[in-house]
C-alpha cells in the first residue's frame, strides 16, 4: 500500500509558514483470497495443546460451542459479511516554500494486512501505530537530509 503521490503546489499568504500534516486513514480490500483458517493457524478450537487453537482446559467443557463459533464466523466470511483488510496511515504533508505558497506531498505508511473488517476498535489501534511508524520513517529522512546538508554529525 506504501504510495507516494506527486506534489501539489498552492498559495496561503495569510497561512503560518510552518509544516502541517493532515492524516487519512486507508482501508484496502486484501485480495490475496486466502481462507480464514489458511490466515488464522489458530481459526479452529483444539483441545491439542500443541496445535495454535488450543482452547485450554478450562474451556474444554465449551468446546462444541467453541467449534459453532468458529463454524458461524466461517459462514460470515463466506457469505461477505466480512473480509481482510489493511490499514495504513496517509500524511498529506503541507511545506512551506516561501511567499506565502506551500507543497504538499502525499505519502503512506507501510500499512497492516489480514485485519477482519469488522475488528472495531481495533482497526483505530491499526492507524495510530501506522501514523507512529510513518511519522519515525519522516524523521529518519530528516535526519539523513539534514546530514546530506552537514547539519548534523
Not at 516561501?98 to 489501534?125: K, N, P, V
Request: aromatic share 12%; charged share 30%; with cysteine.
Amino acid at each position: 500500500m506504501t504510495d507516494v503521490q506527486q506534489y501539489t503546489h498552492y498559495d496561503a499568504p495569510t497561512r503560518a509558514q510552518t509544516v502541517t500534516i493532515q492524516w487519512e486513514r486507508v482501508e484496502a480490500r486484501d485480495d490475496s483470497g486466502d481462507t480464514p483458517e489458511e490466515r488464522d493457524e489458530g481459526f479452529w478450537p483444539s483441545l491439542d495443546k500443541d496445535k495454535a487453537g488450543y482452547v485450554g482446559e478450562e474451556n474444554a467443557a465449551r468446546f462444541d460451542e467453541l467449534c459453532e463459533a468458529a463454524d458461524a464466523r466461517f459462514k460470515g466470511w463466506r457469505d461477505g459479511d466480512w473480509y481482510f483488510i489493511g490499514v495504513a496511515a496517509r500524511a498529506h504533508i503541507s511545506i512551506p516554500i516561501g511567499s506565502g505558497s506551500f507543497r504538499t506531498i502525499t505519502i503512506d505508511s507501510g500499512g497492516l494486512w489480514g485485519i477482519e473488517s469488522d475488528a472495531g476498535d481495533y482497526l483505530d489501534e491499526v492507524f495510530e501505530e501506522e501514523k507512529a511508524s510513518l511519522l519515525a520513517e519522516l524523521a529518519t529522512l530528516g535526519k539523513w537530509a539534514a546530514e546530506q546538508k552537514g547539519e548534523v554529525t
